[in-house]
């Protein structure tokens, strides 16, 4: 993942002349990484709508385990598919059961340079997807996503700071900081989906995995792309 990263960024950072930058972005193999994802939570989403328990681990549970569960519950629950379904799944999945988050974002010195990954932006990307293809099935935007990645690196709330609950706990980072789920409350209309299905009860959203379906995260990864033809949308801070 480290590997598949840098070759992304430089391939964004790199003059957007002909077809290079997109040669670039595949060679870099990201897309295949979303994918790959992707696969391994519509495998744990089927057995469990089919009524098998599952079992999900990667070797420590902290990386590949939150997103696989995460992405299954959403594909499965509609609850999870509104904003603050959501958001409470984010902070149970990843926040109390220990991301590395200072490690893998390298928010502190102490955070060594071979131990940083794009987990959670992985992640993120992967929920992309299913509002790309589900876009009335969620109660929120991709903004949502962009404004949490946004707020992941800032490090202005202490939600995503440090690496488990008991480590903020013990630097008391709760009571010093506000948590990153009163922002969105606050802001919450800028996230609101105005084609969203509030009737929502349909089957499980299993998303197509064709290469054609799976797309760059350009709400992301491109919002400050000026020569971008045709233009895009005024980008948005978080």
């Keep these: 993942m480290q590997e598949s990263f840098r070759v992304l960024r430089e391939a964004l950072g790199a003059p957007d002349e002909g077809d290079g930058v997109y040669r670039a972005v595949h060679d870099s193999r990201w897309l295949s990484h979303v994918s790959l994802l992707l696969r391994g939570a519509v495998a744990v989403a089927d057995h ?102 946004d707020q992941l690196f800032a490090c202005r709330y202490g939600t995503f700071l440090d690496n488990c609950f008991v480590k903020r706990d013990r630097k008391k980072i709760h009571a010093a900081t506000a948590p990153l789920w009163w922002y969105f409350h606050e802001h919450r209309a800028k996230f609101l989906n105005g084609n969203y299905d509030e009737e929502d009860e349909g089957p499980p959203l299993i998303p197509s995995l064709q290469p054609k379906n799976v797309v760059f995260f350009d709400a992301y990864f491109r919002r400050f792309d000026n020569t971008a033809m045709p233009p895009r949308a005024p980008a948005t801070y978080y």
Excluded: N, Y
């Design 48 to 149: 469990s709508a089919g009524g098998d328990p599952v079992l999900v681990h990667c070797s420590d549970g902290w990386d590949r385990t939150p997103q696989i569960t995460v992405l299954a519950m959403v594909m499965l629950e509609a609850r999870f598919r509104t904003m603050d379904g959501f958001l409470a799944l984010v902070q149970k999945e990843w926040a109390d059961f220990g991301h590395k988050f200072d490690e893998r974002c390298g928010h502190t010195d102490e955070s060594g340079e071979d131990q940083r990954s794009p987990v959670f932006l992985l992640f993120a990307d992967a929920m992309a997807q299913l509002l790309h293809q589900f876009p009335a099935r969620f109660e929120f935007t991709a903004d949502l996503l962009v404004a949490l990645l």
